[in-house]
């Protein structure tokens, strides 16, 4: 499986429940980022977590970064009908210069219906 | 933070042909990126675009098929050579510099090869 492999690939909830989108990777990381894309469009940065980091909260958002397991969770609370989009969680590379831990490898992102 | 402008937002192109798609920033930025989003996927990292100098470029794909130009810290072109079907996805452009908390992705050029 490639760098950054999230689950489910499709999640559809009904409005106020909670929603939770799992990422995997593979390789050393600097740090682990979610975003989110709205109907192809481009990408809105939601949240980073750095390596040394267990969780971290923004709003309703939650996530959790497991380096042992090499895993990431994107917990969204009380879900709307406008969180509907595919989220992406990447990662930057590990070593190198501070530019080239800046180059993302993205998972295949779970695309998140919420029904009003 | 970062404003990030893209030219075309989309374009349908026939095959064979070439499509050079713009990228602009509202400042002065130490990294850009390109990247592709075919159909369906998730993103891909293209290259690399660095002022002054070629394009770093990422397994799989070539400087002949994707020309990267690079004139100054605020714009960057990506062309897209020879275009087939295959090439029909979204291209990101993408940024960052030191100072800045994220990467700042563009909106987006939607190509359509037929």
């Known amino acids: 499986s490639q760098q950054g492999e999230e689950d489910p690939q499709a999640l559809s909830i009904q409005e106020g429940e909670n929603a939770t989108m799992n990422c995997s990777y593979k390789?050393?990381?600097?740090?682990l980022q979610w975003y989110r894309q709205n109907s192809g469009r481009g990408l809105v940065h939601l949240i980073l977590?750095?390596?040394?980091?267990r969780e971290k909260h923004s709003g309703r958002l939650r996530v959790t970064l497991d380096t042992s397991k090499k895993s990431s969770s994107l917990l969204i609370t009380a879900s709307r009908a406008a969180d509907t989009a595919s989220y992406f969680c990447?990662?930057?590379?590990?070593?190198?210069?501070?530019?080239?831990?800046?180059?993302?490898?993205f998972g295949s992102g779970t695309q998140l219906t919420v029904l009003p | 933070s970062a404003v990030i402008s893209q030219k075309p937002s989309r374009d349908i192109c026939q095959r064979g042909t070439s499509l050079t798609i713009q990228c602009q920033v509202d400042?002065?930025?130490?990294?850009m990126f390109w990247y592709r989003q075919q159909p369906g996927q998730s993103l891909t990292l293209i290259a690399t675009?660095?002022?002054?100098?070629?394009?770093?470029?990422e397994s799989g794909f070539v400087i002949d098929k994707f020309p990267i130009s690079r004139p100054n810290l605020t714009f960057s072109t990506l062309t897209v050579s020879n275009m087939s079907p295959e090439d029909s996805s979204i291209y990101l452009c993408?940024?960052?510099?030191?100072?800045?908390?994220?990467?700042?992705f563009g909106p987006g050029t939607r190509l359509t090869v037929t």
């Open positions: 400042s002065q930025v130490t990294m």
């Open positions: 675009a660095n002022q002054g100098s070629e394009a770093t470029y």
């Open positions: 390789t050393s990381i600097n740090n």
């Open positions: 993408s940024v960052w510099d030191r100072g800045m908390y994220e990467q700042y």
């Open positions: 977590i750095r390596s040394n980091e």
């Open positions: 990447a990662t930057g590379r590990f070593g190198g210069t501070s530019g080239s831990a800046r180059q993302l490898t």
